[in-house]
């Protein structure tokens, strides 16, 4: 389960998509009719590797339990601690942020990208440069 959460989802607006591509837990998508959402478990497919002492294990599950192939549980809502291109400690509050498609990255340019939502930071959060909570709406 995606574990960047800062103000929680709605259970009752969870969906499952079926995504281009194989994808983790806690990353930024959007939709076909560019719907902002918030990948809450991995695709059904998605592998990890883990590192014990002197030894990686590789291909782990660490998909959503019953999902198929690219299919991830989606959370259409909440705010998310995720990277965002140009995002400073100074970032005011209710910045937009959006979804650049072609590299699925987020960023503060508007440009021809898709609005993803807005900064939103809890009342005494730690602000780091380049990681920002992000609410995830159309404002």
Same mark, same amino acid.
């Given at each position: 389960?995606?574990?960047?959460?800062?103000?929680?989802?709605?259970? %009752? $607006?969870?969906?499952?998509?079926?995504?281009?591509?194989?994808?983790?837990? =806690?990353?930024?998508?959007?939709?076909?009719?560019?719907?902002?959402?918030?990948?809450?478990?991995?695709?059904?497919?998605?592998?990890?590797?883990?590192?014990?002492? #002197?030894?990686?294990?590789?291909?782990?599950?660490?998909?959503?339990?019953?999902?198929?192939?690219?299919?991830?549980?989606?959370?259409?809502?909440?705010?998310?601690?995720?990277?965002?291109?140009?995002? $400073?400690?100074?970032? #005011?509050?209710?910045?937009?942020?959006?979804?650049?498609?072609?590299? %699925?990255?987020?960023?503060?340019?508007?440009?021809?990208?898709?609005?993803?939502?807005?900064?939103?930071? #809890?009342? =005494? =959060?730690?602000?780091?440069?380049?990681?920002? #909570?992000?609410?995830?709406?159309?404002?």
């Amino acid at each position: 389960m995606a574990n960047n959460v800062v103000f929680a989802h709605t259970e %009752g $607006l969870t969906e499952f998509w079926t995504l281009a591509a194989t994808t983790g837990s =806690g990353v930024p998508v959007v939709s076909i009719n560019d719907q902002p959402a918030i990948t809450l478990t991995g695709t059904g497919d998605f592998v990890k590797s883990e590192a014990l002492g #002197p030894y990686t294990i590789s291909g782990i599950p660490a998909g959503g339990v019953g999902l198929a192939a690219k299919e991830a549980s989606i959370a259409t809502d909440g705010t998310w601690t995720v990277a965002v291109a140009g995002g $400073l400690v100074a970032t #005011p509050q209710n910045t937009l942020v959006y979804f650049i498609k072609a590299t %699925g990255l987020l960023t503060l340019t508007v440009g021809t990208n898709v609005l993803f939502g807005k900064v939103n930071y #809890p009342k =005494g =959060g730690i602000r780091v440069a380049g990681s920002l #909570p992000v609410k995830i709406g159309k404002f």
